[in-house]
């Protein structure tokens, strides 16, 4: 069956280390997306790639750095610049050309000790 | 900008109905998705309008208004596993995202559905 995997699920890590999360999917997706959420606030878009090879800046791509260098996967590092880590990640992913619906992954929760 | 805004809270009797609505300000604006989200989950997909009307599928129905900025959800025959974060979020599509979609999120709703 095709779908999103992002590893780890559960994540904790000192203060002032990087961390990478992955995400890897199997839809043939052109277009993956990376979102943070914290309680009582919605998903904010860290960054997305509509292409391999090219990605763009969301709202809050400060303190992160991704890269796409094949259509499957689309890595979220989390650098010791991001002042609150501390969140629930998700990976999406969509088909460029149709309604643009989002398919998620089961999201990884980062803690920061 | 995009600025999304639905209520943060809404409780329900089960087997009622209820309807969360959404007001939006987005820049580029060429369709409105309708999410669930249950505590520690992904979000799933529940609905997606783009030109105004009601679009209906079974207990579940959305609405949008261009016009007005406005759409919400109509949940019918609530049953308790209904109770969970409900989240709008306007498409929007431009130059500067190389004309690909970008989708901007509420903060949800947080649904409770009680006997």
């Known amino acids: 069956d095709g779908g999103i995997t992002q590893s780890p699920k559960y994540l904790f890590r000192k203060e002032g280390q990087n961390v990478t999360l992955s995400c890897e999917q199997n839809?043939?997706?052109?277009?993956m997306y990376w979102y943070r959420q914290d309680p009582g606030q919605g998903l904010r878009l860290i960054y997305y790639?509509?292409?391999?090879?090219?990605?763009q800046k969301g709202d809050i791509a400060e303190g992160y750095s991704v890269s796409r260098e094949k259509k499957e996967s689309f890595p979220l590092t989390v650098t010791s610049a991001q002042k609150n880590p501390t969140a629930f990640y998700l990976c999406?992913?969509?088909?460029?050309?149709?309604?643009?619906?989002?398919?998620f992954g089961e999201g990884s929760r980062l803690t920061v000790l | 900008g995009q600025n999304i805004d639905q209520p943060t809270e809404m409780t329900a009797t089960e087997g009622a109905i209820v309807q969360i609505n959404c007001t939006y300000q987005?820049?580029?604006?060429?369709?409105l998705f309708w999410y669930q989200q249950h505590a520690g989950e992904a979000p799933t997909f529940l609905s997606y309008?783009?030109?105004?009307g009601l679009e209906e599928k079974g207990r579940f129905s959305s609405f949008l208004s261009r016009s007005k900025g406005y759409s919400y959800l109509l949940l019918k025959e609530l049953q308790m596993k209904d109770s969970a974060s409900y989240l709008c979020?306007?498409?929007?599509?431009?130059?500067?995202?190389?004309?690909?979609?970008?989708?901007?999120f509420g903060t949800g709703t947080q649904l409770k559905v009680e006997l």
């Open positions: 790639s509509q292409i391999v090879n090219d990605f």
């Open positions: 999406a992913s969509t088909r460029a050309q149709n309604t643009g619906e989002l398919f």
């Open positions: 309008n783009v030109l105004d």
């Open positions: 987005t820049s580029g604006f060429n369709g």
């Open positions: 979020a306007a498409k929007s599509a431009s130059i500067l995202t190389g004309g690909g979609n970008k989708l901007t």
């Open positions: 839809l043939n997706h052109d277009a």
